[in-house]
């Protein structure tokens, strides 16, 4: 099983590494007023993919607070007073 984990690691990388090697070409990305960034299309892509990584990121954050603010608030009820007192046997 290991050894299929790992033949699928190398097969993902090679295929990302061929990807790059054959997308070096000169692309220019066009920005407002007349501005231009000219790259590798590979460094293009690169670019597109971490912005929409942090896009996404950014927009689970605060589902990923309210989450661990309930689960504090689990927690915290589950040792409230009366808990504490059963436990200490007072």
């Known amino acids: 099983m290991r050894l299929l984990q790992w033949l699928l ?4 990388f ?10 070096q ?4 990305v066009n920005f407002f007023f007349g501005t231009y960034w000219p790259a590798p299309t590979v460094l293009v892509v690169l ?6 990584l942090a896009v996404g990121v950014l927009g689970m954050v605060p589902r990923w607070w309210r989450h661990r603010q309930a689960a504090r608030q689990a927690v915290q009820a589950a040792e ?3 808990t504490a007192e059963a436990r200490d046997g007072t």
């Open 9 to 12: 690691k190398a097969a993902v």
């Open 14 to 23: 090679f295929t990302l590494f061929a990807f790059a090697l054959n997308n």
């Open 25 to 28: 070409q000169e692309t220019r």
């Open 47 to 52: 670019t597109a993919f971490a912005m929409g």
């Open 80 to 82: 409230s007073p009366t």
